[in-house]
């Protein structure tokens, strides 16, 4: 069973940084990362493969957001700049059902574990 959980998340001023952590339990695993904000709907944030020959950003955080992995920690980071407002919300890291390949896909039907989520608050 893959578990998957998210840390780093927090209060950050407009125009600021933080670093959200994704660790799996079992290595080997494309990683995506969703975030939902109250009563919208859970939308792509980035996606890098397994052997991380591929990366995937949503339009809304390309030149912001960088994603990158570190799978002697088993960890995935998702590093994020110039925060707005409109990037509050709830952030989850998914895995799909079958490790490896080059696939980092942004649907999130593609997906089968899921972390409970971090919630990062961008805010004056």
């Known amino acids: 069973q893959v578990q998957l959980v998210e840390s780093g998340g927090g209060l950050v001023h407009p125009g600021g940084s933080m670093r959200l952590s994704c660790t799996c339990n079992?290595?080997?695993?494309?990683i995506a990362w969703f975030r939902q904000a109250p009563g919208k709907e859970r939308e792509a944030v980035t996606g890098?493969?397994?052997?991380?020959?591929?990366?995937s950003y949503a339009d809304s955080v390309k030149g912001r957001f960088t994603v990158s992995r570190d799978d002697a920690k088993d960890t995935v980071y998702l590093q994020l700049n110039a925060l707005k407002p409109a990037d509050t919300a709830t952030y989850f890291c998914?895995?799909?059902?079958?490790?490896?390949?080059?696939?980092?896909?942004?649907?999130?039907?593609?997906?089968?574990?899921w972390g409970r989520g971090t919630q990062v608050t961008v805010s004056s």
């Open positions: 998914a895995a799909p059902m079958i490790s490896g390949g080059s696939r980092c896909s942004l649907s999130k039907y593609e997906y089968e574990y």
């Open positions: 079992l290595g080997a695993y494309a």
């Open positions: 890098i493969s397994a052997s991380e020959s591929r990366i």
